[in-house]
């Protein structure tokens, strides 16, 4: 009974691969029930972010991303992404998602002490000016 169980939810987990702005990116092993909120805090814990109230797991397709809801379930936005494959244009990139930071507020000043989110954030923000995405 054990090694059945432990085998259909070995098989029923699949890779995720969160992107940053600098194009890295790290992969996550998700099951069906995982949320975006449990995913982002894999993210934090992954890369060691201490300050991390401000930043969020996004969907990114072509011209347009959104920020993903804490209870989506990025292994069905996978599903449906893989459906659409068929119709997506050869001139259009892949779906994916992006971690980064949500929300400028003025008061960030944890955040700068943090190495993690000062270096993220910089990143981000050289990579707005460049992309005049501001």
């Known amino acids: 009974f054990f090694f059945a169980y432990s085998r259909e939810v070995l098989m029923s987990r699949q890779v995720v691969r969160v992107h940053f702005i600098d194009k890295s990116c790290k ?3 998700i099951d069906q029930s995982t949320t975006a909120a449990t995913l982002r ?3 934090v814990d992954r890369i060691g972010l201490k300050e991390d109230a401000c930043f969020a797991l ?5 011209e347009w991303e ?6 989506e379930k990025p292994a069905d936005l996978q599903l449906q992404w893989e459906k659409e494959k068929a119709e997506r244009k050869k001139s259009e990139s892949e779906p994916l998602f ?3 930071k949500k929300i ?3 008061d960030d000043d944890r955040e700068m002490e943090d190495p993690i989110a000062k270096d993220l954030i910089f ?9 005049s995405e501001y």
């Open 27 to 29: 992969a996550f092993s």
């Open 41 to 43: 805090d894999m993210v």
């Open 58 to 62: 996004f969907e990114k397709k072509d």
């Open 66 to 71: 959104r920020c993903l809801e804490p209870d």
């Open 98 to 100: 992006v971690f980064k």
């Open 104 to 106: 400028f507020l003025k």
């Open 123 to 131: 990143k981000q923000a050289l990579h707005s000016v460049i992309s």
